[in-house]
């Protein structure tokens, strides 16, 4: 049972994101592909990585990594910031653009933490908390993520 739970909330979840982003079909066209909102979506969720780090995540040759990464700056979703302690290497950072398309799975994930906060005791959140991260931590060591404290930003 608890992985039909889990499956369930993690299926709502997308349902909820692919209703919007098909919503807003009707008022604009769409730029993102399905491989590049995967790519932002692993971009963002990397924190700023290089090119090299992402095409290494994503099984990718680095040719193949690079022209994914170039048709989403010319898209304007976005922009490679030369590195500061390395001068060849390029971060990956996610456009205003980008951020205000994520924003509307986003918005949904923050409605749905709002509403447990209102249903749930402040003791079953604080476990809930320390569940979803021995979840995260713990129990999907495969996929390393950079610490996040907050919604994200354009950086």
Do not use: W
């Not at 992985?3 to 919007?20: G, I, N, P, R, S």
């Not at 995967?38 to 099984?59: D, H, R, W, Y």
């Amino acid at each position: 049972m608890l992985d039909q739970a889990f499956e369930q909330v993690y299926t709502k979840f997308k349902l909820h994101f692919y209703q919007q982003i098909f919503s807003k079909f009707e008022n604009r066209e769409a730029t993102l592909t399905t491989v590049e909102s995967f790519c932002m979506e692993v971009i963002l969720a990397l924190g700023q990585p290089t090119i090299a780090e992402f095409s290494k995540l994503m099984n990718l040759s680095t040719p193949n990594a690079s022209y994914k990464i170039n048709n989403l700056v010319k898209k304007g979703y976005l922009k490679k910031v030369q590195s500061s302690a390395d001068k060849r290497e390029y971060h990956l950072v996610p456009t205003q653009k980008y951020i205000d398309y994520y924003n509307i799975s986003y918005a949904y994930l923050q409605e749905v933490v709002d509403r447990a906060k209102h249903r749930f005791s402040p003791e079953d959140l604080q476990k809930l908390e320390q569940m979803l991260h021995i979840v995260s931590d713990e129990l999907m060591p495969e996929i390393p993520l950079p610490s996040r404290a907050s919604a994200p930003a354009e950086g």
